[in-house]
């Protein structure tokens, strides 16, 4: 199932239930971390669009499949 556009709230969601914790947020972005990784996510109304997304899961090392299942 290809990527969709979703809600700041919604990534940090999944994110979380992967294991990975709130670093930090300055602004309009928020890191979190996971052993090597790290995320960047913006937090700003409207969704994320899907772009946006596939940079999230590449720096979260995960696939679309791993996302998905979350």
């Known amino acids: ?3 969709k556009p979703l809600r700041p709230r919604e990534i940090l969601r999944k994110l979380e239930k992967a294991g ?3 670093r930090r947020q300055k602004g309009s972005h928020a890191r979190y971390v996971k052993g ?3 995320v ?10 899907v772009p946006v997304m596939s940079s999230i899961l590449q720096q979260a090392g995960l696939t679309e499949e791993e996302w998905e299942k979350l």
Not at 40 to 49: L, R, Y
């Open 1 to 3: 199932m290809p990527l």
């Open 20 to 22: 990975f914790q709130l």
């Open 36 to 38: 090597p990784h790290g």
């Open 40 to 49: 960047t996510v913006p937090i700003h109304p409207g969704d994320v669009p």
